[in-house]
Protein backbone atom coordinates (compact mmCIF):
# COMPACT_ATOMS: atom_id res chain seq x y z
CA UNK A 1 0.00 0.00 0.00
CA UNK A 2 1.75 3.26 -0.99
CA UNK A 3 1.56 6.88 1.06
CA UNK A 4 -0.93 9.32 -0.25
CA UNK A 5 0.89 11.84 -2.70
CA UNK A 6 -1.12 14.31 -0.49
CA UNK A 7 -1.70 14.73 3.59
CA UNK A 8 -4.78 15.54 5.26
CA UNK A 9 -5.83 19.36 5.31
CA UNK A 10 -8.42 21.50 7.78
CA UNK A 11 -11.89 21.30 6.78
CA UNK A 12 -15.33 22.61 7.73
CA UNK A 13 -18.47 21.10 7.85
CA UNK A 14 -19.60 22.92 4.79
CA UNK A 15 -16.09 21.73 2.50
CA UNK A 16 -17.29 17.87 3.14
CA UNK A 17 -20.98 18.74 2.41
CA UNK A 18 -19.83 19.82 -1.05
CA UNK A 19 -17.20 17.61 -1.87
CA UNK A 20 -17.82 14.03 -1.44
CA UNK A 21 -14.81 12.21 -2.97
CA UNK A 22 -14.50 10.86 0.90
CA UNK A 23 -16.98 8.42 -0.38
CA UNK A 24 -16.32 5.25 -2.46
CA UNK A 25 -19.03 3.34 -3.52
CA UNK A 26 -17.69 -0.04 -4.62
CA UNK A 27 -18.48 -1.80 -7.65
CA UNK A 28 -20.60 -5.20 -7.73
CA UNK A 29 -17.52 -6.53 -8.80
CA UNK A 30 -16.06 -5.46 -5.96
CA UNK A 31 -18.65 -6.65 -3.90
CA UNK A 32 -18.74 -9.96 -5.38
CA UNK A 33 -14.80 -10.04 -4.36
CA UNK A 34 -16.00 -9.75 -0.83
CA UNK A 35 -18.31 -12.57 -1.12
CA UNK A 36 -16.22 -15.02 -2.73
CA UNK A 37 -13.47 -14.46 -0.22
CA UNK A 38 -16.03 -14.96 2.73
CA UNK A 39 -17.17 -18.37 1.07
CA UNK A 40 -13.21 -19.56 0.91
CA UNK A 41 -12.71 -18.93 4.74
CA UNK A 42 -16.36 -20.12 5.92
CA UNK A 43 -14.92 -22.88 4.53
CA UNK A 44 -11.33 -23.14 6.06
CA UNK A 45 -12.55 -22.43 9.73
CA UNK A 46 -9.60 -21.23 10.75
CA UNK A 47 -9.53 -19.16 13.93
CA UNK A 48 -9.55 -15.37 13.49
CA UNK A 49 -5.80 -14.97 15.04
CA UNK A 50 -4.46 -18.17 12.69
CA UNK A 51 -5.49 -16.45 9.20
CA UNK A 52 -3.97 -14.48 6.93
CA UNK A 53 -4.82 -12.68 3.71
CA UNK A 54 -4.11 -16.20 1.79
CA UNK A 55 -7.09 -17.57 3.98
CA UNK A 56 -9.71 -14.76 2.98
CA UNK A 57 -8.57 -14.38 -1.05
CA UNK A 58 -9.47 -11.13 -2.51
CA UNK A 59 -9.60 -10.12 -6.12
CA UNK A 60 -7.55 -7.64 -7.37
CA UNK A 61 -10.26 -4.70 -7.50
CA UNK A 62 -11.64 -5.88 -4.32
CA UNK A 63 -7.68 -5.54 -2.77
CA UNK A 64 -8.07 -1.74 -4.54
CA UNK A 65 -10.82 -0.65 -3.00
CA UNK A 66 -9.44 -0.92 0.47
CA UNK A 67 -6.34 -0.01 -0.43
CA UNK A 68 -8.00 3.50 -1.86
CA UNK A 69 -9.88 3.72 1.43
CA UNK A 70 -6.89 3.37 3.55
CA UNK A 71 -5.11 5.85 1.28
CA UNK A 72 -8.26 8.12 1.92
CA UNK A 73 -7.62 8.59 5.53
CA UNK A 74 -3.92 9.28 5.41
CA UNK A 75 -4.93 12.14 2.43
CA UNK A 76 -7.03 15.34 2.12
CA UNK A 77 -9.80 14.28 4.52
CA UNK A 78 -8.26 11.69 6.77
CA UNK A 79 -11.77 9.90 6.23
CA UNK A 80 -13.27 7.29 4.17
CA UNK A 81 -16.97 6.39 3.43
CA UNK A 82 -16.83 2.96 1.85
CA UNK A 83 -19.99 1.81 0.34
CA UNK A 84 -22.16 -1.58 -0.21
CA UNK A 85 -20.72 -4.48 1.90
CA UNK A 86 -23.84 -7.07 1.82
CA UNK A 87 -23.78 -7.37 5.13
CA UNK A 88 -28.13 -7.53 4.74
CA UNK A 89 -27.06 -11.48 3.08
CA UNK A 90 -24.41 -12.37 5.78
CA UNK A 91 -24.94 -13.60 9.26
CA UNK A 92 -23.40 -11.98 12.13
CA UNK A 93 -20.79 -14.97 12.33
CA UNK A 94 -19.77 -13.99 8.32
CA UNK A 95 -19.73 -10.76 9.24
CA UNK A 96 -17.74 -10.70 11.73
CA UNK A 97 -15.23 -13.44 9.59
CA UNK A 98 -15.26 -10.84 6.48
CA UNK A 99 -14.40 -8.07 8.48
CA UNK A 100 -11.70 -9.49 9.68
CA UNK A 101 -10.33 -11.10 6.38
CA UNK A 102 -10.56 -7.46 5.05
CA UNK A 103 -8.64 -6.01 7.97
CA UNK A 104 -5.90 -8.06 7.37
CA UNK A 105 -5.57 -6.45 3.81
CA UNK A 106 -5.33 -2.78 5.79
CA UNK A 107 -3.44 -3.04 8.54
CA UNK A 108 -2.54 -4.50 11.83
CA UNK A 109 -5.61 -4.88 14.27
CA UNK A 110 -5.05 -3.85 18.06
CA UNK A 111 -6.53 -4.96 20.91
CA UNK A 112 -9.42 -2.39 22.40
CA UNK A 113 -10.15 -3.31 26.08
CA UNK A 114 -9.36 -4.79 29.41
CA UNK A 115 -10.59 -8.08 28.21
CA UNK A 116 -7.95 -7.42 25.26
CA UNK A 117 -10.39 -8.11 22.27
CA UNK A 118 -9.22 -7.76 19.16
CA UNK A 119 -12.92 -6.94 17.43
CA UNK A 120 -15.36 -4.67 19.26
CA UNK A 121 -19.31 -4.90 18.61
CA UNK A 122 -20.60 -1.51 18.87
CA UNK A 123 -24.13 -1.93 20.63
CA UNK A 124 -26.04 -1.30 23.75
CA UNK A 125 -25.57 -3.79 26.87
CA UNK A 126 -27.48 -1.42 29.39
CA UNK A 127 -23.38 -0.43 30.30
CA UNK A 128 -23.21 3.11 31.35
CA UNK A 129 -20.92 5.71 30.02
CA UNK A 130 -19.78 8.48 31.98
CA UNK A 131 -19.09 6.59 35.10
CA UNK A 132 -15.49 5.46 36.08
CA UNK A 133 -13.87 3.07 34.07
CA UNK A 134 -17.21 3.81 31.29
CA UNK A 135 -16.81 3.13 27.89
CA UNK A 136 -19.09 4.55 25.41
CA UNK A 137 -19.18 1.00 22.52
CA UNK A 138 -21.90 -0.51 24.89
CA UNK A 139 -23.81 1.88 25.82
CA UNK A 140 -26.80 3.90 23.71
CA UNK A 141 -25.29 7.26 25.19
CA UNK A 142 -24.02 10.27 23.09
CA UNK A 143 -20.75 10.26 23.32
CA UNK A 144 -18.21 13.51 23.81
CA UNK A 145 -15.28 14.18 20.52
CA UNK A 146 -12.60 11.94 21.31
CA UNK A 147 -10.73 9.89 19.09
CA UNK A 148 -9.64 5.97 19.28
CA UNK A 149 -6.47 4.44 20.49
CA UNK A 150 -4.86 3.65 16.90
CA UNK A 151 -3.80 5.23 13.22
CA UNK A 152 -7.39 4.09 12.07
CA UNK A 153 -10.71 3.33 13.97
CA UNK A 154 -12.66 1.66 11.41
CA UNK A 155 -16.48 0.58 11.77
CA UNK A 156 -18.80 -1.63 10.17
CA UNK A 157 -22.73 -0.89 10.53
CA UNK A 158 -24.67 -4.39 10.36
CA UNK A 159 -28.12 -2.71 11.68
CA UNK A 160 -29.01 0.59 12.39
CA UNK A 161 -31.02 2.04 15.37
CA UNK A 162 -34.39 3.06 15.48
CA UNK A 163 -33.79 6.28 15.49
CA UNK A 164 -30.50 8.87 16.45
CA UNK A 165 -26.59 7.32 16.85
CA UNK A 166 -26.20 10.25 14.25
CA UNK A 167 -22.08 9.96 13.45
CA UNK A 168 -20.57 13.25 13.87
CA UNK A 169 -16.86 14.33 12.75
CA UNK A 170 -14.60 16.80 12.59
CA UNK A 171 -11.20 18.05 11.75
CA UNK A 172 -9.16 18.49 14.52
CA UNK A 173 -6.72 20.52 12.02
CA UNK A 174 -9.43 22.79 11.66
CA UNK A 175 -10.14 23.13 15.04
CA UNK A 176 -6.85 23.75 16.44
CA UNK A 177 -6.98 26.71 13.38
CA UNK A 178 -10.24 28.40 15.21
CA UNK A 179 -8.04 28.12 18.75
CA UNK A 180 -5.51 29.86 17.63
CA UNK A 181 -7.71 32.39 16.08
CA UNK A 182 -10.02 33.27 18.59
CA UNK A 183 -7.06 32.45 21.37
CA UNK A 184 -3.25 31.39 20.34
CA UNK A 185 -1.97 31.86 23.74
CA UNK A 186 -4.00 28.47 24.47
CA UNK A 187 -1.95 26.87 21.64
CA UNK A 188 1.29 26.23 23.74
CA UNK A 189 -1.44 25.12 26.99
CA UNK A 190 -2.71 22.81 24.37
CA UNK A 191 1.37 21.49 24.02
CA UNK A 192 2.09 20.75 27.95
CA UNK A 193 1.96 16.98 29.51
CA UNK A 194 -1.70 16.14 30.47
CA UNK A 195 -2.63 13.16 32.51
CA UNK A 196 -5.51 11.03 31.30
CA UNK A 197 -7.22 7.83 32.86
CA UNK A 198 -6.18 4.64 30.98
CA UNK A 199 -10.26 3.19 31.91
CA UNK A 200 -8.71 -0.19 33.47
CA UNK A 201 -7.99 -0.97 30.18
CA UNK A 202 -4.03 -1.14 30.98
CA UNK A 203 -1.84 -3.72 30.87
CA UNK A 204 -1.28 -5.19 34.76
CA UNK A 205 2.20 -3.75 34.54
CA UNK A 206 0.81 -0.18 33.59
CA UNK A 207 0.00 2.61 35.88
CA UNK A 208 -3.45 3.79 35.45
CA UNK A 209 -3.02 6.40 33.77
CA UNK A 210 -0.46 8.20 30.97
CA UNK A 211 1.27 11.31 29.86
CA UNK A 212 0.12 12.78 26.33
CA UNK A 213 0.11 15.85 25.26
CA UNK A 214 -3.47 16.95 23.35
CA UNK A 215 -1.37 18.95 20.71
CA UNK A 216 1.63 17.41 18.66
CA UNK A 217 4.40 19.96 18.19
CA UNK A 218 5.45 18.61 14.83
CA UNK A 219 5.43 21.59 12.25
CA UNK A 220 5.32 18.91 9.23
CA UNK A 221 2.91 15.81 10.98
CA UNK A 222 -0.21 17.23 12.83
CA UNK A 223 -1.20 15.35 15.74
CA UNK A 224 -4.16 15.60 18.37
CA UNK A 225 -5.17 13.54 21.18
CA UNK A 226 -8.60 14.66 23.35
CA UNK A 227 -11.21 13.10 25.15
CA UNK A 228 -12.21 15.66 27.98
CA UNK A 229 -13.72 12.37 30.24
CA UNK A 230 -10.86 10.99 30.13
CA UNK A 231 -8.89 14.28 31.68
CA UNK A 232 -11.53 14.86 33.94
CA UNK A 233 -11.36 11.43 34.96
CA UNK A 234 -7.71 11.46 36.06
CA UNK A 235 -8.01 14.66 37.64
CA UNK A 236 -11.04 12.79 39.97
CA UNK A 237 -9.68 9.48 40.76
CA UNK A 238 -5.85 10.27 41.35
CA UNK A 239 -4.74 12.10 43.39
CA UNK A 240 -0.65 12.27 42.34
CA UNK A 241 -1.64 13.50 38.91
CA UNK A 242 -1.45 17.10 38.83
CA UNK A 243 -4.31 19.60 39.32
CA UNK A 244 -5.40 21.37 35.68
CA UNK A 245 -4.36 24.57 35.88
CA UNK A 246 -7.14 27.78 34.76
CA UNK A 247 -5.75 27.63 31.61
CA UNK A 248 -6.06 23.78 30.90
CA UNK A 249 -9.58 24.24 32.18
CA UNK A 250 -10.31 26.96 30.11
CA UNK A 251 -8.87 25.46 26.56
CA UNK A 252 -11.43 22.39 27.65
CA UNK A 253 -14.34 24.61 27.95
CA UNK A 254 -12.91 26.69 24.45
CA UNK A 255 -12.99 22.60 22.90
CA UNK A 256 -16.68 21.94 24.27
CA UNK A 257 -17.73 25.85 22.36
CA UNK A 258 -16.49 24.76 19.13
CA UNK A 259 -16.61 20.76 18.59
CA UNK A 260 -20.10 20.73 17.98
CA UNK A 261 -20.88 23.64 16.23
CA UNK A 262 -22.50 24.15 12.52
CA UNK A 263 -19.34 25.35 10.96
CA UNK A 264 -17.02 22.41 12.15
CA UNK A 265 -19.25 19.63 12.81
CA UNK A 266 -20.58 17.13 10.18
CA UNK A 267 -23.24 14.66 10.34
CA UNK A 268 -23.28 11.53 8.70
CA UNK A 269 -25.88 8.44 9.07
CA UNK A 270 -24.31 5.53 8.97
CA UNK A 271 -26.41 2.89 6.79
CA UNK A 272 -26.20 -0.74 6.71
CA UNK A 273 -23.31 -1.99 4.63
CA UNK A 274 -21.14 1.40 5.51
CA UNK A 275 -17.60 1.09 6.50
CA UNK A 276 -16.90 4.17 8.20
CA UNK A 277 -12.71 4.59 8.62
CA UNK A 278 -11.24 8.00 10.60
CA UNK A 279 -7.41 9.06 10.66
CA UNK A 280 -7.15 9.40 14.58
CA UNK A 281 -4.66 11.85 14.27
CA UNK A 282 -6.31 14.12 12.59
CA UNK A 283 -9.99 13.99 13.22
CA UNK A 284 -12.19 13.80 16.31
CA UNK A 285 -15.53 11.67 16.35
CA UNK A 286 -18.84 11.35 18.33
CA UNK A 287 -22.29 10.04 18.81
CA UNK A 288 -25.93 11.25 19.37
CA UNK A 289 -28.04 9.08 21.57
CA UNK A 290 -30.19 6.34 20.01
CA UNK A 291 -33.10 4.46 20.75
CA UNK A 292 -33.46 1.19 20.00
CA UNK A 293 -35.36 -1.66 18.55
CA UNK A 294 -37.08 -3.97 21.03
CA UNK A 295 -36.29 -7.37 19.15
CA UNK A 296 -32.51 -8.31 19.46
CA UNK A 297 -32.18 -9.09 16.14
CA UNK A 298 -32.61 -5.31 14.93
CA UNK A 299 -31.03 -3.60 17.39
CA UNK A 300 -28.07 -1.61 16.17
CA UNK A 301 -25.01 -3.33 15.53
CA UNK A 302 -21.56 -2.01 14.30
CA UNK A 303 -18.18 -4.04 14.73
CA UNK A 304 -14.91 -2.00 15.00
CA UNK A 305 -11.78 -2.58 14.14
CA UNK A 306 -8.61 -0.48 15.45
CA UNK A 307 -5.93 -0.82 13.20
CA UNK A 308 -1.62 0.01 12.79
CA UNK A 309 -1.68 0.85 8.72
CA UNK A 310 1.32 0.61 6.92
CA UNK A 311 1.26 4.44 5.28
CA UNK A 312 0.44 5.65 8.64
CA UNK A 313 2.60 9.23 9.72
CA UNK A 314 5.23 9.63 12.44
CA UNK A 315 4.16 10.40 16.06
CA UNK A 316 5.76 13.60 18.45
CA UNK A 317 8.00 11.67 20.63
CA UNK A 318 6.03 12.75 24.03
CA UNK A 319 3.27 10.00 22.17
CA UNK A 320 5.65 7.18 22.81
CA UNK A 321 4.39 6.67 26.25
CA UNK A 322 0.84 5.85 25.36
CA UNK A 323 1.24 4.87 21.82
CA UNK A 324 4.48 2.76 22.43
CA UNK A 325 6.02 3.02 19.14
CA UNK A 326 6.15 6.77 17.43
CA UNK A 327 7.83 5.90 13.88
CA UNK A 328 6.13 5.95 10.82
CA UNK A 329 4.49 2.49 9.63
CA UNK A 330 5.15 1.03 12.76
CA UNK A 331 2.50 -1.43 14.52
CA UNK A 332 1.26 0.95 17.76
CA UNK A 333 -1.51 1.80 19.67
CA UNK A 334 -4.15 0.03 21.16
CA UNK A 335 -4.59 -0.55 24.93
CA UNK A 336 -3.16 -3.87 26.07
CA UNK A 337 -6.05 -5.34 28.60
CA UNK A 338 -5.51 -8.01 30.81
CA UNK A 339 -5.97 -11.04 28.40
CA UNK A 340 -3.23 -10.70 25.80
CA UNK A 341 -2.39 -14.02 24.26
CA UNK A 342 0.36 -15.84 22.47
CA UNK A 343 -1.90 -15.98 19.60
CA UNK A 344 -2.86 -12.66 19.54
CA UNK A 345 1.49 -11.60 19.51
CA UNK A 346 1.80 -14.63 16.76
CA UNK A 347 -0.81 -12.96 14.85
CA UNK A 348 0.86 -9.51 15.58
CA UNK A 349 4.33 -10.63 14.39
CA UNK A 350 3.00 -12.51 11.39
CA UNK A 351 0.52 -9.67 10.53
CA UNK A 352 3.30 -6.75 10.51
CA UNK A 353 5.82 -8.62 8.88
CA UNK A 354 3.44 -9.46 6.12
CA UNK A 355 2.58 -5.88 5.54
CA UNK A 356 6.19 -5.16 5.78
CA UNK A 357 5.35 -2.81 8.94
CA UNK A 358 8.16 -1.86 11.43
CA UNK A 359 7.58 -3.97 14.72
CA UNK A 360 9.07 -4.86 17.86
CA UNK A 361 8.02 -6.54 20.63
CA UNK A 362 5.75 -4.42 22.88
CA UNK A 363 7.20 -4.06 26.69
CA UNK A 364 5.57 -1.35 29.19
CA UNK A 365 7.10 2.00 28.95
CA UNK A 366 6.90 3.28 31.99
CA UNK A 367 5.98 2.18 35.29
CA UNK A 368 3.68 3.94 37.99
CA UNK A 369 6.93 4.89 40.10
CA UNK A 370 9.01 6.11 36.85
CA UNK A 371 5.44 8.36 35.98
CA UNK A 372 4.85 9.46 39.13
CA UNK A 373 8.60 10.80 39.94
CA UNK A 374 8.54 13.18 36.82
CA UNK A 375 5.27 14.89 38.36
Known sequence: ???????????????????????????????????????????????????????????????????????????????????????????????????????????????????????????????????????????????????????????????????????????????????????????????????????????????????????GDDPTYFTVRTNRKNIDAAQRDFEDVPRLSPEQTEVLDLFDQLMPSDRLCYSMELEQGDLQLLNNYVTLHSRTPFEDFEDPDQKRHLLRLWLSVPSSQPLPPQWEEYYGDVRAGAVRGGVRGSAITQEFLDYEERQARALGMTWRKWRPLVTREAATATL
Not at 22 to 35: Q, Y
Not at 145 to 159: G, M
Not at 168 to 185: G, M, N, T
Not at 186 to 201: A, D, E, R, S
Open 1 to 215: MNAPEFKPRAWLAADVERDSSWIIRMTPEEVAGFDDALQHAVALNKPLLAMTAEDFPLPEASRRVLARAIDSTQGRWGMCLLKGFPVDQWTEAETRLAYWGMGLYMGVGRTQNRASEIINDVRDTGASYKVKGGRGYNTNAGLDFHQDSCDVVALLCRRTARSGGTSKVISSIALRDEVERLRPDLIPVLQQPWFHTYQNTQDPTQPPYYRCPIL
